[in-house]
């Protein structure tokens, strides 16, 4: 072992390494470190002989087990290297059985409690020797009692989670200050929301519960002291302990990541990340079975931290957990003695610090030669080089939810006392709208309906308003299940001051006048099973994007990413909307991308934020735009016309000629007649379900997901009654959720066998190719005018997100002296990830498709990303547009090329029978591995374009404006860098996920490869739009996104007073000012021939911490962003 630089007095002798010695033995190895033994020694003898002889002894007293770990045994070793440090182990019958007159005598004196350890005799040990303590031990019974760690933190002013005491009398355990509701609990007056931690105030006991929301799933999460690969487990019981005292505290939401820091004295900190036991309760371990850590580095302030927390306690050498969650780190527990495990630097540098340490405090008492070393005892830190490669530095994707279950809607009128008294109770008059999705909240709802059921029952004559199979549909609704879940069923309630408006003349004397309610009820849309895988292998498949992502860890292939994350240098938010739906997608997605195991519910309520603030991912669906209305209400009389589509509808219905538009519309040919046959074929189905029905055969069958032939009855007869009106018109919005209930059933229940699915398919899924697209605009200007409206708030998030990746240069960087095979150590990823539903997907790729980014005209490879797009039927679930951003080191860091941004699109999962008509993408091509000269080798990089052969073949290389200048070859096991490609002379393109399949063996060749699973369908591969755009560009594009939304809502604004003031005057017509004030298309030949946000004056850069741009909902406020 080599000597450390700068620690005099280390020499190669054998270490004197004893197990306990008598007092005889201790005063010949001392010989003479005790003063009183001076006679021992001739007053002649030469002083520096003298020195040679004295040995100054370290005690170690504490539990064997303690005391023979292979730290601590790794350390003393290290330690006996001192020429003048002796150490020696008190043997644990001593401790135990002998009295401390007893014990070996030591100098200086290394003790720690830990179970069964008598700190008592310890302590009387000390008093009677008085050896220099490394670690003193009064404070040790402050370190056993958690209320004890939290006050001495709380009065060293040190950070920690806010909390409260529960101190229960076990005579008496019920009097105590404990109030527990559905979602919180209040404990002596502090209330904790839901997810909360409750610690018992035994440090020693370390059965710690989290709660988690009924919002996300309810139930807790049960930590203890590892067991094998667990350290915590799930369960569904949402309740508090009733026995025992414990401390309360607020869940810090950590992203799934804890750091552990070892402190030796308080100038040398060790820091390792490990996976948050409460994540999944799966310890990752490595081939040798250690727990999976990596070293970090801590930030200043948590340095200041250490060295407070080692100086309060007392204890050279302490262990201590800090919470890194929103910008601040917070200490939940301090642990006392601790040292690292597995890490060789740490015991050099460890035994280096105490060796030190003894002798400065120890040398001059007894005469020994001892110069303190000059050098610091810090770590020096050493810059590194990322190479000449292009580095990923942001990688944004905003993702559609998986497979769900169709979603249902049933509205009411509802005037009962009982439904108003509910609508005041929850503050519904405070914005005119409700929404109840607690449980507490839906069994009063049910409560209700059962009530006014059983008064229908008993007088037939009794003046109830609500109908009756309406009540009996909420009732049957909410007691579906058994039990109550926020995330599969919510009601609405809105208040109608003069009742809900006459549908038609006929209605007039049947409608009550007065103040109603609104009730809709909304259930079904829950992620499914099939959902689930696919989020899931789509979070695995995504590793591949990473550094790392080819690479190895913890023996689970493709998992580079990993490391990644656990050393802090990858900075992954994900947000997801407040559907339940949403939520699980984006839990399911993080536990594929981090390798998690076990329920969603626990990685829901750490990894997941809620983003439903401004409209960022959430959009109110029942408060449609005024353009919205009105292309609905358009799209509503060109579908009612029975008779083929004509030229002019055409040009009415598709004036941007897409071709999966046409082709739907060729298909179709006369739409009422295409709705009559789908009403016909919806009466058949329902005929069909309602004969399994009376065979007692199939009476208990039980479908997908639970599903009853009942259920499936009720969804298809509600469709069949809603879809024809009683005008014999068609209700052209129903067929959105014609289709979504039979794509459902086909993909899901098609053992059913029931006659003319397949016909049905196809028929409403032409209709909804038309009907679903359009919704979100016919015109150009429409698509961009709906879309700022729902996506403004996040095309501003993606924007800061790309401008603060390059300015967060000195966060969460790895430890350089701990990067052995991490080739780029300096690197920091940031990932954003958005899941929303289809109508911010619709949105935002509409803005990129007609916003004006590139001109096709002059872009090749723009232009050919448009015909792709164009030939999209449906963005399916699990549909991606991601955003990624590289920095070339090599370029001047002012220069428009130092920051590159990539644009890949995926339509999502395969749909039925997509197969033969999916349209032809070009690959994905990241621009950040091209080269210049094409070469026609490139070393070890693999053909991936194997993967498919079947896949297209550019004939020609595609038109690259701006190229990276190398190409790195890869080697087996170290890749680093995403440079999997093989553009070459020949122009040819590779899918990035069929790549994984050479490292999971979950993941088949094909596509995302979930042909495997039972009814899952596979995802299509990314395609990449463009691969060389400047961050300049995409950020200026954004800016005038933004700006002409902004100027839009300015005008509407202005349009709306006007309209209001001239209300008074009786031949004012606001329909007409309405109409004039929003950006309705011009006929095509007056549509200019430039975006319609392209302005003369120079663009403006939103600031990067607080754009003021006013929000799409609420035009007149500020807006405002977490910038994380």
């Known amino acids: 072992m080599s000597k450390s630089a700068g620690q005099e007095g280390v020499h190669s002798k054998v270490p004197q390494f004893l197990v306990g010695f008598e007092d005889n033995e201790y005063k010949e190895v001392c010989s003479g470190n005790m003063r009183n033994s001076s006679d021992l020694y001739d007053e002649e003898e030469d002083e520096d002989d003298l020195a040679s002889e004295r040995q100054i002894v370290v005690g170690i007293c504490s539990m064997m087990k303690k005391s023979n770990s292979k730290p601590m045994t790794q350390i003393m070793e290290r330690l006996c290297k001192f020429e003048y440090i002796t150490v020696v182990i008190f043997p644990e019958d001593v401790i135990l059985n002998e009295p401390v007159e007893k014990w070996p005598l030591c100098d200086c004196l290394i003790s720690f409690h830990s179970k069964g350890f008598p700190l008592d005799k310890a302590v009387s040990y000390a008093k009677l020797r008085n050896p220099l303590l490394i670690n003193d031990l009064n404070m040790q019974y402050f370190i056993q009692d958690r209320r004890e760690v939290y006050r001495i933190l709380q009065e060293e002013g040190i950070d920690l989670p806010r909390y409260a005491v529960l101190n229960r009398d076990p005579d008496r355990p019920e009097e105590c200050n404990l109030v527990e509701g559905e979602d919180h609990v209040e404990v002596n007056g502090e209330v904790f929301h839901k997810p909360f931690v409750e610690k018992p105030v035994c440090a020693e006991d370390h059965n710690v519960y989290i709660y988690y929301p009924t919002s996300a799933g309810g139930g807790s999460q049960r930590l203890f002291r590892k ?157 590194t080089t990322s190479g000449t490669m292009m580095e990923l530095r942001c990688v944004i994707a905003v993702i559609r939810h998986g497979d769900r279950t169709p979603k249902q809607k049933m509205k009411m009128e509802v005037r009962n006392a009982l439904f108003f008294d509910l609508f005041e109770k929850y503050g519904g008059y405070k914005t005119g709208k409700l929404k109840l999705k607690k449980p507490k909240q839906l069994q009063e709802v049910l409560d209700i309906a059962r009530q006014l059921l059983a008064e229908l029952g008993q007088h037939n004559d009794c003046e109830i308003e609500e109908k009756k199979s309406k009540l009996e549909q909420l009732k049957t609704v909410l007691e579906m299940y058994g039990h109550f879940s926020g995330i599969n069923r919510k009601v609405q309630l809105t208040y109608l001051p003069n009742g809900q408006p006459k549908a038609s003349s006929e209605e007039e004397d049947s409608l009550k006048e007065g103040p109603s309610l609104l009730l809709v009820l909304k259930w079904g849309g829950e992620l499914t099973p099939a959902g689930r895988v696919q989020a899931e292998e789509l979070g695995r498949a995504f590793r591949c994007m990473y550094p790392g992502g080819q690479g190895d860890y913890a023996g689970f292939p493709g998992c580079g990413l990993l490391r990644l994350h656990s050393t802090y240098r990858h900075d992954l938010k994900i947000y997801a909307s407040d559907e339940g739906r949403v939520q699980m997608t984006a839990a399911a997605f993080a536990k594929g991308l981090l390798a998690l195991e076990g329920e969603l519910t626990p990685i829901l309520v750490q990894m997941v934020k809620s983003a439903n603030m401004n409209g960022l991912l959430d959009s109110d669906s029942d408060s449609l735009t005024d353009c919205q209305q009105r292309v609905k209400a358009r799209l509503h009389e060109i579908m009612q016309k029975d008779q083929d589509f004509t030229g002019d509808d055409y040009q009415k219905l598709a004036p941007t000629s897409s071709p999966s538009l046409v082709n739907s519309m060729k298909s179709i040919g006369n739409p009422v007649k295409t709705c009559d046959q789908v009403y016909a074929l919806i009466q058949s189905l329902t005929c069909q379900i309602r004969k399994r029905l009376e065979d007692p055969k199939s009476a208990n069958l039980q479908l997908y997901h639970s599903e009853t032939l009942e259920l499936m009855l009720q969804r298809w007869s509600k469709l069949e009654r809603d879809f024809r009106m009683k005008s ?39 209709l909804a190719d038309i009907i679903i697209p359009q919704e979100y605009g016919i015109s150009k200007l429409e698509k961009l005018d709906i879309a700022s409206a729902y996506c403004l708030p996040l095309i501003k998030k993606i924007q800061l ?56 005209e002059k872009d090749e490879q723009w232009k050919q990303a448009m015909d792709y797009l164009s030939a999209v039927t449906e963005l399916n679930y699990m549909t991606q547009i991601v955003i990624m951003l590289y920095e070339d080191n090599n370029k001047d860091p002012s220069s428009e090329e130092r920051f590159h941004v990539e644009l890949h699109f995926s339509p999502g999962v395969k749909g039925c029978r997509d197969e033969e008509n999916a349209p032809m993408g070009f690959g994905f091509r990241p621009a950040s591995v091209e080269n210049q000269e094409k070469q026609e080798d490139l070393g070890s990089l693999e053909d991936l374009s194997q993967d498919e052969p079947d896949r297209a073949v550019l004939t020609e290389p595609l038109s690259i404006h701006k190229k990276s200048p190398l190409v790195r070859s890869r080697k087996a096991g170290s890749m680093e860098v995403l440079s999997e490609s093989n553009i070459s002379s020949r122009g040819a393109s590779y899918r990035l996920f069929p790549s994984c399949s050479r490292q999971s063996p979950e993941i088949k060749s094909s596509g995302l490869g979930f042909e495997g699973c039972s009814m899952v369908p596979s995802i299509y591969p990314l395609e990449t739009l463009h691969n060389s755009l400047s961050l300049k560009q995409v950020d200026e594009f954004l800016n005038k996104v933004c700006e002409s939304r902004s100027d839009t809502l300015a005008k509407t604004l202005k349009s709306l007073s006007a309209m209001f003031e001239s209300q008074i005057q009786p031949s004012s017509e606001p329909e007409n000012t309405a109409r004039s004030s929003s950006s309705i298309a011009p006929p095509p030949q007056q549509q200019p021939s430039r975006p319609f946000w392209y302005t003369s004056g120079p663009p403006s850069t939103v600031s990067s911490s607080e754009p003021s741009s006013p929000s799409a909902a609420e035009p007149s406020s500020s807006f405002t962003f977490n910038t994380e």
């Open 728 to 766: 014999g018109r068609y209700d052209i919005s129903k067929i959105p959720d014609i289709y979504d209930c039979v794509k459902y059933d086909t993909q899901h229940n098609s053992s059913l066998g029931l006659e003319n699915m397949l016909e049905l398919f196809r028929l409403s899924r032409a």
């Open 801 to 856: 997100d790309l401008q603060r990746t390059h300015e967060d240069e000195a966060v969460n960087k790895l430890h350089p002296l701990y990067s052995r095979g991490v080739m780029s150590p300096g690197r920091h990823v940031r990932t954003r990830l958005y899941f929303t539903s289809e109508s911010h997907v619709h949105s935002l790729l509409s803005i990129f498709r007609y916003g004006g980014l590139l001109n096709e």
């Open 227 to 383: 067991i094998g690969s667990r350290s915590s487990v799930y369960s569904a019981e949402s309740t508090v302990r009733k026995t025992g005292s414990y401390i309360y505290e607020e869940f810090m939401p950590t992203d799934g990541t804890d750091v552990k820091v070892y402190t030796v004295g308080p100038d040398y900190a060790h820091a390792e990340a490990r996976k948050s036991p409460a994540l999944d309760g799966k310890v990752e371990r490595d081939s040798e079975g250690k727990e999976i850590r990596y070293p970090v580095m801590l930030t200043a302030m948590e340095k200041l931290v250490a060295r407070k927390v080692c100086l309060a306690f007392k204890q050279t050498v302490c262990g201590f957990d800090l919470l890194r969650a929103n910008g601040h780190s917070f200490v939940c527990d301090v642990n006392g003695f601790s040292f690292v495990k597995n890490s060789m630097k740490y015991y050099d540098d460890c035994a280096k610090v105490l060796g030190n340490m003894v002798m400065r405090e120890l040398a001059p008492q007894f005469h020994i030669p001892w110069s303190i070393p000059m050098e610091a005892e810090d770590i020096p830190i050493v810059p």
